[in-house]
């Protein structure tokens, strides 16, 4: 397809942190193609299909993980991308990597890692994200990392916009690749961001209602999603609940990315955006909601938070998982033997490399093997850590 002038065009990348001859290329791909199919095929992109997405654990199949979330994001972002006329491989290969940084349990084990941190610089998932694609994910003879172009790596370093103090672990790859942290990234990352937002904003609520934690009748009290179940109601009437809810987010993801599509036209239109650099230099997020849908997009963040996330049985899953975490972390400073053979022989002697290593180590496992390995620590099975 025609590029618009503001897409990031592959033929003009700012290129890879280490070059590499383009003979050593395999099959005629662009080098976002390559981002993408180098994301895909790596090891810590298959361990997203056993992280915690909303639900710790979960036994039931049709549940959302990290890695079917990422799916979606990908499925999103590539229709907004399309429609505006940016590069499409490397808003999906954004798409993809964009939560490959997140350790066991979600956002309970990095609360768990964080404090772990606390004296060592402390731990972000972006950052890892970052950190594991640059340094850790290693499949290559010739350098570290998957030597991905610098147009994904700085969309994915501002994947919640600017970043005017970068973590340590940013820091040091911002210091080694410069990644121009405090402007704004393309709108292929921009993109990315919001369709991350619409794919968790609806399919939460999804797995929200099949898990029993959300009721409908409680969801229609946000007047949006009431009136689009009264119209969903006279479109198909004497249809199942099940298709009718299935409807109901299918429509909510529409009018979502309608409105981002209208709204990000109208912003490139209002600040004459010519071009990339034009993106970078815009005032403000290019790519966004309405006024009124952003609105409507807080309410129902507010409402997924007190009635799903901050449900007192998640958070007491939540906390057992917290735990876990903090008890592996515990467990590995104090008995470094415990280590896989090739993370123990190469642990540094100095702090705070030394807790950084180990936490590297902690933040790659799935939630299943932190379960695991918390049972060969400690000699016992966590209980608790799945409800639904």
């Known amino acids: 397809m025609n590029l618009a002038p503001y897409a990031c065009n592959p033929d003009k990348s700012r290129g890879r942190e280490f070059p590499i001859e383009q003979s050593s290329a395999r099959g005629p791909r662009s080098a976002f193609q390559r981002?993408?199919?180098?994301?895909?095929?790596s090891i810590a992109f298959r361990r997203l299909r056993h992280k915690t997405q909303v639900f710790i654990a979960p036994d039931g199949d049709h549940y959302r993980v990290r890695l079917t979330h990422s799916l979606e994001v990908a499925q999103i972002g590539r229709v907004i991308a399309r429609t505006l006329g940016l590069d499409e491989d490397l808003t999906e290969a954004l798409c993809l990597a964009h939560d490959i940084g997140h350790p066991p349990f979600?956002?309970?084990?990095?609360?768990a890692l964080e404090a772990a941190l606390a004296d060592?610089?402390?731990?972000?998932?972006n950052a890892n994200t970052l950190r594991v694609l640059m340094r850790k994910e290693s499949p290559y003879c010739e350098h570290e990392g998957l030597n991905l172009t610098w147009e994904l790596l700085e969309g994915l370093a501002k994947h919640n916009g600017p970043v005017f103090e970068p973590s340590w672990a940013l820091a040091e790859l911002d210091a080694a690749f410069p990644l121009e942290l405090g402007q704004r990234a393309s709108l292929e990352a921009q993109v990315a961001a919001i369709a991350d937002?619409?794919?968790?904003d609806n399919h939460d609520i999804d797995d929200g209602l099949?898990?029993?934690?959300?009721?409908?009748d409680d969801l229609l009290t946000l007047d949006a999603v009431a009136d689009q179940w009264r119209a969903i109601e006279l479109r198909h009437p004497g249809a199942p609940r099940e298709r009718l809810l299935r409807e109901l987010v299918r429509g909510q993801i529409g009018r979502m990315v309608n409105d981002v599509i209208a709204e990000t036209k109208r912003r490139i239109a209002l600040q004459e955006v010519r071009s990339v650099a034009d993106v970078r230099a815009a005032h403000g997020a290019l790519c966004a909601f309405s006024a009124a849908q952003a609105d409507e997009e807080r309410t129902l963040k507010r409402f997924m938070y007190n009635r799903l996330y901050y449900h007192p049985e998640q958070l007491a899953t939540a906390e057992r998982a917290r735990a876990v975490v903090a008890g592996l972390f515990a467990g590995y400073a104090a008995d470094p033997a415990a280590l896989p053979q090739s993370w123990r022989e190469t642990l540094p002697s100095e702090e705070p490399a030394r807790a950084r290593h180990i936490v590297d180590f902690i933040a790659?496992?799935?939630?299943?093997f932190a379960i695991d390995s918390h049972a060969r620590l400690t000699g016992r099975t966590p209980e608790g850590l799945r409800n639904v």
Do not use: N, S
Not at 120 to 125: E, K, L, M, P, R
Not at 197 to 200: C, K, M, V
Not at 364 to 368: L, Q, Y
């Open 364 to 368: 790659g496992m799935t939630d299943r």
């Open 210 to 216: 099949r898990a029993g934690f959300l009721q409908l």
């Open 106 to 111: 979600g956002h309970a084990g990095e609360d």
């Open 35 to 41: 981002d993408r199919d180098r994301i895909v095929h």
């Open 120 to 125: 060592a610089g402390g731990f972000d998932h």
């Open 197 to 200: 937002d619409i794919a968790y």
